[in-house]
């Protein structure tokens, strides 16, 4: 005779492969009632399992009004989240860590079966492929953005990316150029003819796409003022004008008398446009001329190899080495945190070190530690005394 299910218990039987089904109607995300399985060997883990599944909807926990994978989840977040919030290079960086790696990896699960031991041996075969840990680290991030949003979407109700393990990762070593080697570079791209933008990029530490960015409306000179208000990036195999990264990017920075007249010799030989900074054509900078530019003329200098984006530790270890202070810093380089200025782009180096402990010595004269080393004394002759009293 079959057992009668105890009152909002739910439905339970016993399947033909031996194993127990139940179903409960709860309230889904969508506002409607689903009617909502669950399995197991016994029938006494059965009914746990539809005791917690009403318990929550009871709650107020929805329950997700349809089965979603995770990789037609992403898709929906790519382009109803990511893409109408988030800046384009966003996007293209997000979309394509989903595309080549979670949407066929883990990406073929639904979210029911999606666990922290799932997600972690995923990650975990990416390190033994090959890839650097970073990059591990951002697809973790790309995930976990992900699943933040759906479960403040109530979809799921914890988010495993949150609760996997990575190796910690550290940045390179960055030895930037000290200020001869800046000058020796700048004194060997005078004769090129983005000398202009050079300088520009060491006095002041810019990125390399807001130097692109810089329109002549953006120079002024008669307050003296150069504004930086947007930035030039290669985006889907094109090159776009967009505003800077942050609000702290949007700054105003004064005209040096070098910057001034490196900016009036470069507006009389070229045509009148919206761009300072402009191929023959007039079209922008094309960024990897910039950057085969850049080593030209390094190689004439005779200087270290370093990237463009290090003279910008370049101009901020020379800032704090001249003693300028930290927030000074901080608004020139455009940082939205001062702690980013600090750990990220200023250096230090052996020189460095031994100038700032040589200012402790000076601080302690030789008259100044010979009062120390006598008052020491007294303290120990008095002490004998006391002993022998």
């Known amino acids: 005779m079959a057992r009668r299910n105890a009152n909002g218990e739910g439905t339970i039987y016993r399947r033909k492969d031996g194993r127990y089904e139940g179903a409960v109607w709860v309230l889904t995300t969508d506002g409607t009632r689903k009617r909502v399985r669950v399995y197991g060997v016994t ?64 990406g073929t699960l639904t979210f029911a079966r999606l666990s922290v031991p799932v997600v972690q041996s995923f990650l975990n075969q990416q390190l033994s492929d090959g890839k650097s840990v970073r990059s591990v680290q951002i697809l973790r991030e790309i995930l976990r953005s992900a ?36 000058a020796q570079f700048l004194s060997a791209a005078r004769a090129d003819a983005l000398y202009p933008a050079f300088v520009i990029l ?52 004064p005209m040096l008398d070098l910057t001034r007249d490196v900016l009036l010799a470069h507006r009389r030989g070229h045509q009148a446009g919206e761009l300072v900074f402009t191929t023959r054509t007039g079209r922008p900078i094309e960024p990897r001329n910039f950057v085969r ?53 200023q250096h230090t180096d052996m020189t460095g070190r031994t100038n700032a402990l040589r200012r402790v010595e000076d601080a302690l004269s030789h008259d100044t530690a010979q009062t120390l080393l006598s008052g020491q004394f007294s303290d120990v002759e008095g002490a004998d005394r006391s002993r022998q009293v």
């Open 202 to 253: 060491v006095l002041y530490g810019l990125r390399r796409g807001e130097v692109f960015g810089l329109r002549w409306s953006d120079i002024d000179f008669e307050d003296s003022v150069i504004r930086i208000r947007q930035q030039i990036q290669r985006i889907g195999g094109e090159l776009h004008q967009g505003p800077v990264k942050t609000r702290a990017g949007r700054r105003n920075l």
């Open 293 to 345: 530019s850049f080593h030209r003329v390094r190689m004439q200098a005779v200087v270290r190899r370093i990237t463009i984006h290090q003279v910008r530790h370049t101009t901020a270890t020379l800032l704090k080495d001249l003693g300028v202070p930290a927030r000074d810093a901080q608004s020139i380089l455009g940082h939205s945190d001062v702690a980013v200025t600090q750990r990220i782009y």
């Open 147 to 182: 699943l933040t949003r759906a479960h403040e979407e109530e979809l799921i109700h914890r988010n495993v990316a949150t609760l996997v393990k990575l190796p910690t990762w550290e940045r390179d070593d960055v030895q930037p150029w000290d200020a001869k080697e800046a």
């Open 43 to 106: 029938r006494a883990e059965v009914h746990s399992k539809l005791i917690e599944v009403k318990a929550k909807s009871q709650q107020g926990v929805p329950t997700a009004g349809k089965t979603w994978r995770l990789g037609e989840y992403l898709d929906y977040w790519l382009a109803e989240v990511v893409k109408p919030s988030l800046r384009q290079s966003t996007y293209e960086r997000y979309e394509s860590g989903v595309r080549l790696y979670l949407k066929p990896g883990p």
